[in-house]
């Protein structure tokens, strides 16, 4: 570990050299402190990882990235670097954006939605916590949501086709579908390589329902206004570009065109009975400006 010293009134700065979590890190690093003056740093978010401000004593941390003591006067940093939808002691949905993970792979532990929705609660209270409901592709913007408490979690996963009445998407897709409205079933089945494909029914083949609308076509694009009615993995994906429409900037599912730099799959909408109240709620993230773009 490379401790970096300092000069007077600089913030203190510690560069990882391997990889680790950050209490052990912080009792190797820090001098002159307890490990009860660690943990206080900790849950007051005095201790920023290449300057975001964290709480959970068991970040991850990977070579090159830089710790930093913020001073006790910093002002504390409760928001999180995306919108937030809604909020309540059994739910938080979030706008998620694009290029960030909704959780952890084997390369990013630690710049994911996730990661950063629990930092957020515990800043509020360090006990809280928060569970996956679902998940949204990496380059896929929009509607996220998370279960507070383990009921709330149990509650979704074990009835999500009742409770979720509607996933949303819009997608800006190569060319123009026909009809410009249609229903696509067919059952995904996925490749030792994790691409999917339509095949016939049978034995690790999972039914896929994909409905769209044509919103506007111009400039050789269309967006779509896409519900689906399953959950299956990359189905919208699958499903365009077995319509002869891939989705812009979807390479790995025969897209040859990338007009903003990713993939155009927008998460917009998500319908939804609230576990305690009973009642029909629905969150809508707007469209993104670059989506517009692609048809000037």
Known sequence: ???????????????????????????????????????????????????VPVSR?????????????????????????????????????????????????DKEKVRTAYHMVTDYVKSKRVNDRIFVLHRLDRDTSGVLMFARDPETKELFQSHWNDMVTRRGYLAVAEGVPKPDRD???????????????????????????????????????????INI????????RVHMKEKGCPVAGDKQYGARTNPIGRLCLHANELSFIHPTTGEQITFKAKIPRDFNRVFR
């Open 183 to 225: 229903t696509i079933r067919s059952f995904l089945v996925e490749t030792d390589t994790h691409l999917s494909f339509s095949g016939a029914p049978g034995r690790g083949a999972k039914e896929a329902i994909t409905s769209y609308q044509v919103v506007k076509a111009a400039n050789g694009y269309s967006l779509l206004n």
């Open 57 to 105: 004593f068991d970040t991850p941390l990977a070579p090159g990235q830089r710790v930093t003591i913020l001073p006790s006067s910093a002002p504390r940093v409760d928001a999180l670097p995306f919108p937030i939808l809604y909020e309540d002691q059994h739910l938080i949905v979030v706008n998620k954006p694009a290029k960030l993970l909704s959780v952890a792979n």
């Open 229 to 236: 009615e399953t959950g299956r993995k990359n189905q919208i």
């Open 1 to 51: 570990m490379d401790h970096k010293n300092n000069r007077r009134g600089e913030v203190p700065a510690y560069t990882v050299s391997e990889p680790t979590t950050l209490l052990p890190f912080l009792l190797t690093s820090v001098k002159g402190k307890s490990r009860n003056n660690v943990k206080s740093l900790l849950s007051r978010r005095l201790v920023a990882v290449d300057g």
